[in-house]
């Protein structure tokens, strides 16, 4: 019993928890020992994950790995040009799982989330990171009504260019996306819009 209550307040290893890491979130070796490296570093990634939706079976490791790349990007960044540790952080692990399943949903893009909400969170913790979508307008769009509309003024202003895409020249697709992007202002969801864009350009 005495060992058992020792073995029990024995924080985990950092071993323990790259093997944890690898086998469970299915991160690389090389993320997960970076992870591990301080550990209120990790106690701090393990709070996001324990925030987000338990996965279904088969699921979930994708917005697990997401929250591995928020930690070694916008975070380490942040702390690395800041000078400051994981602790000093305003941004709590509950406002980044928000904000990862807002990424993970569609309904913002990671370069919004982390230049317009993360920036804005850092300083303004109180609100959270769907407030901040809303306020800004950052909200991606998504509805096909709305974005077909965009999408056949693009493809009439470039005219030439579909036909050059017809032809072969798959690559200027990401060019009638990037004009939808710039028409809407950020907010049409680029997975959406290319799925659009190809259905168009087959007709």
Do not use: C
Not at 81 to 89: A, D, G, L, T, V
């Amino acid at each position: 019993e005495f060992i058992e209550k020792i073995h029990t307040s024995i924080p985990v290893l950092q071993e323990e928890r790259i093997k944890k890491y690898i086998s469970e979130l299915k991160l690389s070796e090389y993320d997960a020992t970076v992870i591990t490296e301080e550990k209120a570093f990790s106690d701090y990634f393990e709070k996001i994950i324990s925030s987000l939706p338990s996965p279904r079976s088969g699921e979930g490791s994708g917005v697990r790995k997401a929250a591995a790349n928020w930690m070694l990007g916008p975070v380490r960044s942040w702390m690395n040009e800041n000078n400051k540790e994981i602790n000093e952080i305003t941004v709590n692990p509950k406002q980044l799982a928000a904000l990862i399943e807002l990424v993970d949903s569609g309904k913002v893009n990671f370069s919004v989330a982390v230049t317009r909400i993360f920036s804005q969170l850092l300083k303004d913790p109180a609100k959270s990171p769907a407030q901040i979508a809303l306020e800004q307008n950052l909200i991606q769009q998504s509805d096909v009504t709305a974005l077909e509309s965009i999408i056949n003024e693009v493809l009439t202003k470039y005219s030439d260019k579909v036909k050059e895409y017809k032809k072969g020249k798959k690559g200027l697709l990401a060019l009638f996306v990037g004009e939808v992007m710039k028409q809407s202002k950020g907010k049409a969801d680029p997975k959406v819009t290319s799925e659009l864009l190809i259905e168009k350009l087959k007709s």
